[in-house]
């Protein structure tokens, strides 16, 4: 059985993961018959919000890895981030929501000159050292820019973010390439081995979210297979 690494950023969409994002994502892996595991950093958010005002609650904190058990239903179904290990997965996968921007990097604040949690930077470059894929969904993928891209010592890396914006400009300013995708598409930078798709950086419905990423999960696990059949062989 085919298994996948699934990061988590805290739950709810403006101070953690999108849980619709992350909802789809794991249907579509279990639909293909994926083993998931999900992880997420042991650290305190940057932030919490409540969902129901809007607001700031400055006196209340929340770690991110105790909110995404929320989401994998339980501590029996998720690690911290800084225990993954590349070799005990065929993929790993990054659902959006603010808390990719503000949990797992800095892009909320300091959008180019952002830097990337220590355990998800590690996480990102080792699945990368092996060659085996990465899927990211909606503001995720300036994730895979900060790392991957040329003004920051990579080697430049191709994503999207729906239509051009001032997310997709701060990504290319971090040595990414942004190719315009709708909601229902999602791009694969092969030599890379990413493939990324908007989700909510579209004005989406929910089942067009859902649709999308399963595009990208889809041609993630493909490349998984591939990648495996090929080591088989050689």
Known sequence: MPRAAVVLSGCGVFDGTEI????????HLSRLGVETVCFAPDREQAQTIDHYTGEVEPRRQRNALHESARIARGKENIRPLDTIEAEEFDAIFFPGGFGAAKNLCTFAVDGATCTVEPSVERAVKMFKGVGKPIGM????PVIAARILGEAHGGFGCEITLGAESDASRSAAEMGATHIPKGVLEAHIDTENKLVTTPAYMCDAKVH?????????????MQMAKSGAARSVGA
């Open 137 to 140: 969904c909606c503001i995720a």
């Open 20 to 27: 619709h994002e992350a909802v789809s994502l794991l249907i």
């Open 208 to 220: 067009e979210v859902y649709e999308g990423i399963g595009k990208m999960v889809e041609a993630t």
